[in-house]
């Protein structure tokens, strides 16, 4: 069944969704963006150029890989499975799902779960969200911060900052901002208000967008209000336009992922057993797929149609 898997790997923002079939299945992480398909093209028309082209144990090794912290830069990082969870529940509740590509994600993330407790715990460098609380919290001492967004990453935060700081949320999807201000008590900052923001010392923003949500004009008057100030901007592509720098109190998404990169050699050998094991892993499930096919083939009748959901 992976042999009809193909996996595309395009850069971190790069313009997808117009370009796709609504049945498309996308992974969006800071550092690259993912298209999955099962025996057809997601492509609406020509086909986009990508990074890489893998298909089937090769597309599933890759995923499981970077599923389980393996493809970031912050080697271990734990951020990109609720990503992952996002994008299947998202992908779940679309009416022309494929059933197939579906149970090959299903089985991913029990696989990729099984390596980090098996091989990876323990070994998951700083993330993204208790590194941005080391600059808001440890060393700039905020007790009020704002985080920007609404997504996996927004929450890892507010739950890094609530014991420490009051916080405040600010993002364009209200459902999901009243529902996480209710569940953290937060303070809540209406997104066309955003502008007011300028008033606030210590922002975290994990909003990634083309659009400039915050520009020069922003951060100059920010900076002059504020002698005490950290913007720490984890979005990608960054949403804002600013010389300031790190030194004068904006840390990019770069600064973050240049803080964590340095691996240890000890768990540089854990993550080598944990890849033989994904290698491993990744031909089992081919084996099962294929006898589980097989088993199918010879109890089903022709004109019937298999239900995916017996693996």
């Given amino acids: 069944m992976l042999d009809g898997l193909k996996l595309w790997n395009f850069s971190s923002g ?25 025996n057809c093209s997601p492509f609406k028309g020509q086909e986009l150029p990508a990074n890489e082209l893998l ?23 734990n951020e990109i499975v609720g990503q992952f969870k996002e994008a299947y529940k998202t992908y779940a509740q679309i009416e022309n799902k494929d059933t197939k590509l579906l149970l090959i994600l299903e089985k991913l993330f029990k696989d990729a779960k099984d390596i980090r407790t098996q091989h990876l715990i323990g070994i998951s460098q700083k993330t993204y969200a208790s590194l941005t609380r080391r600059h808001l919290i440890q060393k700039a001492k905020a007790s009020h911060v704002v985080v ?111 803080e964590g990169a340095i691996m240890e050699g000890q768990k540089q050998q854990q993550i080598e057993l944990a890849r033989k094991a994904m290698l491993d892993l990744t031909q089992k499930r081919k084996s099962l797929f294929q006898a589980k096919l097989k088993q199918a083939a010879s109890v089903i009748a022709p004109q019937s149609v298999p239900n995916m959901r017996y693996l």
């Fill in 55 to 77: 298909s089937s144990s090769e597309a599933y090794l890759f995923l499981l890989e970077t599923i389980c912290g393996l493809k970031s830069k912050l080697i271990g990082e």
């Fill in 148 to 258: 920007i967004g609404s997504g996996a990453m927004a929450e890892d935060l507010i739950n890094q900052f609530k014991k420490k700081a009051q916080v405040s949320i600010c993002a364009r999807n209200t459902a999901k901002t009243l529902e996480l201000a209710k569940i953290h008590n937060l303070n809540i900052i209406a997104w066309d208000d955003r502008h007011n923001l300028v008033n606030e010392a210590y922002i975290a923003n994990t909003v990634g967008t083309d659009e400039i949500l915050f520009d020069e004009k922003f951060f100059q008057d920010w900076k002059s209000l504020h002698s005490s100030r950290q913007f720490v901007d984890l979005g990608s592509p960054s949403a804002i336009k600013t010389d300031l720098t790190l030194q004068e109190g904006v840390v990019r998404l770069d600064d973050i992922l240049s």
């Fill in 14 to 38: 790069t313009n997808l969704e117009s370009e796709l079939k609504d049945s498309s299945f996308i992974l969006k992480t800071c550092q690259r963006s993912l298209v999955l398909a099962f």
